[in-house]
């Protein structure tokens, strides 16, 4: 069973970082390229950042660029968001989402697998 | 900066046909996609590169696209495809992901 968990949500101030993880499951992790997806309060659901399978290829949201770096740890079945110079329009619920097709480098895919997401709040 | 343009609301009465549109100027060049997402879930596939509905979703999910709108059809609605509903691209080079702004499907 393919499982997909995020961890590292939390309530901080604006300016502060925080640091998201998303442990996976039941699939080759390293063949698959990894999102964050976001969903706000009202807005839906944006699109934060993705990685290929072998992290050549990364791209960030024009809302986070410069802010938030994301990593993979393919020994780890693991996936990382450390967002730094936290703003209050960041609070949202962060999901991690499989990319569907294996061994792309582009972002051009569906996400087949998501986890239940960890909560960010960014407040004074 | 790239949009997806969805109807925020959609309401059809059970056993009707519920049609959501997705418009976006990149739409001829490249997939949507799309997710049902339900309170307190997260949001799963339920149609991949415009038309292909994945394993396990409902054949009452059918997808087409056609120049810059894509839509998502669900036949025969029932009270368990309440939900919020979202199509996802790219931009035009394909480097950006984008997501429309949902749109809110009530079963009457």
């Known amino acids: 069973e393919v499982q997909l968990v995020e961890s590292g949500g939390g309530l901080v101030q604006p300016g502060m970082s925080l640091r998201l993880s998303c442990v996976t499951s039941g699939f080759i992790f390293e063949d698959y390229g990894m999102h964050w997806v976001r969903r706000t309060p009202g807005k839906g659901l944006e699109w934060v950042s993705g990685m290929s399978w072998n992290s050549g290829r990364i791209e960030y949201a024009d809302s986070v660029k410069g802010r938030f770096t994301i990593s993979r740890d393919n020994a780890k079945n693991s996936m990382y968001l450390q967002m730094n110079s936290l703003r209050p329009e960041d609070t949202a619920l962060y999901y991690c989402?499989?990319?569907?097709?294996?061994?792309?480098?582009?972002?051009?895919?569906?996400?087949?697998?998501w986890g239940q997401g960890t909560m960010v709040t960014v407040s004074s | 900066s790239y949009e997806l343009t969805q109807p925020p609301s959609v309401s059809v009465s059970p056993g009707q046909t519920a049609r959501i549109t997705c418009s976006g100027d990149a739409l001829p060049k490249h997939y949507a996609y799309w997710y049902q997402q339900k309170a307190g879930q997260a949001p799963m596939l339920v149609m991949n590169?415009?038309?292909e509905r994945p394993s396990g979703i409902s054949d009452r999910f059918s997808g087409s696209s056609s120049g810059t709108t894509a839509t998502l059809t669900i036949s025969g609605v029932q009270a368990e495809d309440e939900a919020d509903y979202y199509c996802?691209?790219?931009?035009?080079?394909?480097?950006?992901?984008?997501f429309g702004g949902g749109t809110k499907l009530t079963v009457l």
């Open positions: 989402a499989k990319g569907m097709d294996p061994g792309e480098t582009t972002m051009l895919y569906g996400f087949d697998m």
């Open positions: 996802q691209s790219a931009d035009s080079s394909g480097t950006y992901v984008f």
């Open positions: 590169e415009d038309s």
